[in-house]
Each structure stands twice: as C-alpha cells, then as structure tokens.
C-alpha cells in the first residue's frame, strides 16, 4: 500500500497498522515528527485514515543537505544557519547540524542522531546478561528489565503478557539490602565547613543513635538491587511448570 506524502504531512488508509505506516514512511525517505493520529470521516463515503507529521531523513554525507555558500562559509540548507571555517572543519560542522540521522558502523540500522543504534544496544545488553553467573530459579525475588518481580506468578504474568519464552528471558537475581546508618556526612552541605568537629544538639544526636540502632536491629533487606547473577528459568516455567 501507498502512503500520501504533501506539506511535510503523511497520510494512508487506517487499514493500515501503526507499525505498518511507521516501516512505509521509512522506506519513502521519512520519519515520524509527532504523534500518529487517527481521523474518521464525517459522510459516509469520506474513508477514515491515519497521518503523522513528517521530516526527511538527512543522514551526515548526503549531497543535498548543506551548500558551499563560499571560500569560507558552509550553510545547513534546512535551517539556513551559516558556519564559519575556523577551527573544526565547516563543512563538517554544517553537517553534523543538518543531518537527522546517524547509519550504525556496526549494523548499518538507521537511527536518530540524537539517539543510538537499537539493535547494538541490545546486543551489548545480551552480551552483558550472558557474562553473569547462572543460577536456577528457586522462587527468589528477580528483575526483568525495569520490572521487579516476587513471586512466581507475578513473573509469569510479565512473560505471558510480553510473549518472551523462558529461554530467551533475561531475568537476574535481586537480593535485600539494608538502609544505610546515617552519618554526620549526610548533611555535610548544611553544616560548617569543619562539620567533623561539630557536634549536634543532643536530642538530634540521641535521635540519630536510635534510629542507626534500629536500623542494625531490623536486620532484614528493605529495598533490592541486582545481584550481579542471572536466572535460569525452566521451559515449562510459563504453563506453570
């Protein structure tokens, strides 16, 4: 199917998917400059259809995105702004400044110059998750992702929800950690410059003892970080096994 590309604007039929309109600006020589919206006829023979704002995609040596205005001076085509051959190369510099895109060295994936390549960022993730220490699951609090999980259905929930099989998921091991004491340091900025040497009043200072002292009593993890191991799942985790 065919997109309408006019005025910096794309438009298609909503038989298309989001993604599917995404993949077809892409291949036109476009990216997405906003919010995808969705507009329905007011007749009855006025289809509904889908449209975004849209920007060319300009990558760093395209031939069309800057201009020699003279000897001494390269200008961005797309904004007009003029740069000057002093120091670091003005062709370069005007470049930089047109281009909206970056092409990965590694993977060649396209990807916004004020972003990163996807796919090698995933790589380097997977590389790190496989480096760790395996361990099997025995029902112990772990993080997949951002989400944090603690018992076995929660977990199970996330991966049935996000269609990841137990062999491909990436989930490491959480473990307890105390809260710290708290120590003088901790309003070091409120404090004089020789805050070492200066002694609170004592109904702050017989506060502060009471809670470290409760805190060293409680002896139980009140927040969890990474262990630094990752989970082996078994294949039938998902169906309950």
């Known amino acids: 199917?065919?997109?309408?590309?006019?005025?910096?604007?794309?438009?298609?039929?909503?038989?298309?998917?989001?993604s599917a309109f995404k993949s077809a600006i892409a291949e036109a020589g476009y990216f997405e400059d906003g919010n995808i919206?969705?507009?329905?006829?007011?007749?009855?023979?006025?289809?509904?259809?889908?449209?975004c704002r849209v920007k060319r995609i300009v990558l760093f040596d395209?031939?069309?995105?800057?201009?020699?205005?003279?000897?001494?001076?390269?200008?961005?085509?797309?904004?007009?702004t003029a740069f000057m051959e002093q120091g670091r190369d003005a062709e370069s510099r005007a470049r930089e400044n047109a281009s909206t895109h970056k092409r990965c060295n590694t993977c060649s994936e396209l990807y916004r110059k004020d972003s990163w390549c996807s796919q090698c960022s995933k790589d380097r993730e997977r590389q790190r998750f496989n480096r760790l220490k395996a361990v099997p699951y025995q029902?112990?609090?772990c993080v997949i992702g951002d989400s944090?999980?603690?018992?076995?259905?929660?977990?199970r929930d996330y991966l049935l929800e996000h269609d990841i099989m137990p062999s491909d998921a990436e989930v490491e091991?959480?473990?307890?950690?105390d809260l710290p004491e708290i120590e003088l340091e901790h309003w070091c900025d409120d404090l004089p410059e020789d805050y070492d040497e200066y002694t609170?009043?004592?109904?702050?200072?017989?506060?502060?003892?009471?809670?470290?002292?409760?805190?060293?009593?409680?002896?139980?993890?009140?927040?969890?970080?990474?262990?630094?191991?990752?989970?082996?799942?078994?294949?039938?985790?998902v169906d309950g096994g």
């Open 1 to 18: 199917m065919n997109i309408e590309l006019a005025n910096g604007k794309a438009t298609a039929p909503c038989v298309f998917t989001k």
């Open 200 to 237: 609170l009043p004592d109904e702050i200072m017989n506060a502060l003892d009471a809670l470290n002292r409760a805190i060293r009593k409680h002896g139980k993890g009140v927040t969890y970080f990474r262990s630094g191991n990752r989970i082996t799942l078994p294949d039938g985790f």
């Open 37 to 51: 919206h969705t507009e329905y006829g007011w007749r009855k023979d006025e289809p509904a259809h889908i449209w």
């Open 62 to 80: 395209d031939p069309d995105s800057v201009s020699l205005v003279d000897a001494k001076v390269w200008r961005d085509n797309s904004t007009g």
């Open 173 to 177: 091991e959480a473990e307890p950690h």
């Open 148 to 155: 944090w999980h603690f018992d076995p259905d929660s977990l």
């Open 139 to 141: 029902d112990q609090p």
